[in-house]
Nanobody, 123 residues
Framework: QVQLVESGGGLVQAGGSLRLSCEASGSFGNYVMGWFRQVPGKEREVVAA????????VYAESVKGRFTISRDNDKNTLYLQMNSLQPEDTAVYYC?????????????????WGQGTQVTVSV
């Protein structure tokens, strides 16, 4: 099992940047990791996902070129660098882990979830 704790959310103006972190307890290096987001009334959607070695990365089309996912397996930490933030990026952002498989965009592939961190982008 792995426990996930996100941090780094907050309020930022449009065009600004934030860096989310997700610290994992337990074994981390063999897990596929992902960032997802959700707004009330909508299904949870992928932001980005990364394989255990970092060689396979996928992004949602809406964040390509603006967001960067990365991981430091020695520190058991997953990151999401978010640049050029827009109001439509406002959501609760969740970190997720899957013990096997590829970097999937499907939230149902992930077994473990953090509690979420709020990101709010103002106009």
């Amino acid at each position: 099992q792995v426990q996930l704790v996100e941090s780094g959310g907050g309020l930022v103006q449009a065009g600004g940047s934030l860096r989310l972190s997700c610290e994992a307890s337990g074994s981390f290096g063999n897990y596929v990791m992902g960032w997802f987001r959700q707004v009330p009334g909508k299904e949870r959607e992928v932001v980005a996902a990364i394989s255990w070695g970092g060689s396979n990365i996928v992004y949602a089309e809406s964040v390509k070129g603006r967001f960067t996912i990365s991981r430091d397996n020695d520190k058991n930490t997953l990151y999401l660098q978010m640049n050029s933030l827009q109001p439509e990026d406002t959501a609760v952002y969740y970190c997720a882990a899957a013990p096997y498989g590829h970097a999937s965009k499907d939230y149902r592939s992930y077994n473990f979830w953090g509690q979420g961190t709020q990101v709010t982008v103002s106009v």
